[in-house]
C-alpha cells in the first residue's frame, strides 16, 4: 500500500465543509484575540487570606505551596497589595487556636474575634478594598462542623440563629459582603432580617447557594485548622456531587431569600452547575476556585508535570466560559500580576 501523500488522494474538505474553514480565524494572534469570547479581568476576582494571631507573623500552608496564613497586621498589608494590584474584593478565614473553640463555636460571635479584629485595621488602612466573611461555625467549632452538632446532627433551626448573630457581629466590625457558607435552611433570610433590622442593610448577601459535599476542601481545613477536628462528614448539609437540579432549587429559595449573589463550590468539578444557575436566574454568580482545585495544579506543576501558570489561567477563564461573574481564588494575586502585565 502507498502511503504517501497524492494530491489525487486528497480528501475533498471543501465539499465536506461546505467551504466553511474553521482555522482562518485562528491563523493570527490579532485574530484570535478579536474573536475571543470570554476574558479574565482584574476585575472578576475575590483573593482569600487566612488570619492568624500574633504580630508581623506568616506561616506557609504546606498543603497549598505558595498560600501563606498572617497575622492581622499583615492581612492589613495583603489588603494594600490588593488595592495596587486591582483586586476588586479580599476574602478572611481565621485559623483559630484550639484553645477559643469549643463544641458551640462561641468564639464566631465574640466581637473581637480574629476576623473582626482584621475587618477593622483593614477597613481603616484600606477602605477601597471589598471585605468577605465567610458565616459558618467550623473555624469555631471542637467538632469542625459549620453548625451546633447535638447527639450526633447538625441541628438547623439553632445555628441559624447563632449564624445570623455571626454575621451581625461581622457587619459591625466592617465587612462589606457576608457570606454564609454553612448550608444550613432558612439561613440567608434569618441574616437578610437581622442585618436589616439592625441597620446594615447596605451589606450583601453572596450565598454559598450550591456548595457541594466535596473531597476538594481538603488543604483548607489544614490552612484553618479544622481537619483534624471534624467529626464525621458534612453530607447531612452540604450537597451530593451527583446532584444538579438540587441546585435549581436551592438557588430558588437563597434568591426568594435575598441573596445579592450566589456561588457555587467547588468550581472546577461544577462548571455545569455554573452555567445552569447563571442561564435559570441570571443572577451575579461567582465560582469558587477551591483549595484542592488550587494544590492540585501546584502539585503537578512542582513535579514539572503540567505548566503552572498557563494551567492557572486555562482554570480560571473556563469559569467566565460557564457563566460566572467573579472566581474566588487563591491564585488571585498571581493571576492579577500576570493580567496586569498584558494591560
Ligand atoms: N464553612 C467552611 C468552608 N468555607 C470555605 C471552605 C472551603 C474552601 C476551600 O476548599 O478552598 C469550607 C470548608 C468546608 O466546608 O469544610
Ligand atoms: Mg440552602
Not at 135 to 149: E, I, Q
Not at 221 to 248: F, I
Not at 265 to 276: A, E, S
Request: a negative charge.
Amino acid at each position: 500500500m502507498n502511503l504517501s501523500f497524492h494530491s489525487d488522494a486528497l480528501p475533498d474538505v471543501d465539499r465536506i465543509t461546505g467551504r466553511r474553514r474553521m482555522r482562518r480565524n485562528r491563523r493570527t494572534d490579532w485574530s484570535r484575540r478579536l474573536i475571543r469570547e470570554n476574558r479574565l479581568t482584574l476585575d472578576d476576582l475575590i483573593w482569600p487570606i487566612f488570619v492568624i494571631e500574633g504580630e508581623n507573623k506568616r506561616e506557609t500552608v504546606p498543603s497549598m505551596p505558595g498560600v501563606e496564613r498572617f497575622s492581622v497586621d499583615l492581612a492589613v498589608k495583603a489588603a494594600e497589595r490588593a488595592r495596587e494590584l486591582g483586586i476588586p474584593v479580599l476574602a478572611l478565614f481565621p485559623n483559630t487556636h484550639p484553645e477559643k473553640r469549643d463544641d458551640q463555636g462561641s468564639e464566631a460571635l465574640n466581637d473581637s474575634n480574629l476576623i473582626c479584629r482584621a475587618c477593622r485595621e483593614i477597613k481603616a488602612a484600606v477602605p477601597e478594598v471589598g471585605l468577605l466573611t465567610d458565616v459558618a461555625l467550623d473555624p469555631y467549632t471542637s467538632h469542625g462542623h459549620d453548625g451546633l452538632l447535638r447527639e450526633g446532627e447538625i441541628i438547623n433551626d439553632e445555628s441559624v440563629s447563632v449564624l445570623a448573630r455571626q454575621a451581625l457581629v461581622q457587619a459591625q466590625a466592617g465587612c462589606d459582603i457576608v457570606a454564609p457558607s454553612d448550608m444550613m435552611d432558612g439561613r440567608v433570610g434569618a441574616i437578610r432580617e437581622t442585618l436589616d433590622s439592625a441597620g446594615y442593610g447596605h451589606v450583601q448577601i453572596v450565598a454559598y447557594t450550591a456548595k457541594y459535599a466535596s473531597a476538594f476542601y481538603g488543604p483548607f481545613r489544614d490552612a484553618v485548622g479544622s481537619g483534624t477536628m471534624l467529626s464525621g462528614d458534612k453530607k447531612t448539609y452540604q450537597m451530593d456531587p451527583a446532584n444538579s437540579d438540587e441546585a435549581l432549587r436551592e438557588a430558588e429559595l437563597d434568591i426568594a431569600e435575598g441573596a445579592d449573589m450566589i456561588m457555587v463550590k467547588p468550581g472546577l468539578p461544577y462548571l455545569d452547575i455554573i452555567r445552569r444557575l447563571k442561564d435559570t436566574f441570571g443572577m451575579p454568580t461567582v465560582a469558587y476556585n477551591t483549595s484542592g482545585e488550587y494544590s492540585m495544579i501546584q502539585a503537578a506543576a512542582a513535579n514539572g508535570w503540567l505548566d503552572g501558570e498557563r494551567a492557572m489561567m486555562e482554570q480560571l477563564v473556563s469559569f467566565k466560559r460557564a457563566g460566572a461573574d467573579s472566581i474566588l481564588t487563591y491564585f488571585a494575586p498571581r493571576a492579577a500580576e500576570i493580567l496586569r502585565a498584558s494591560l
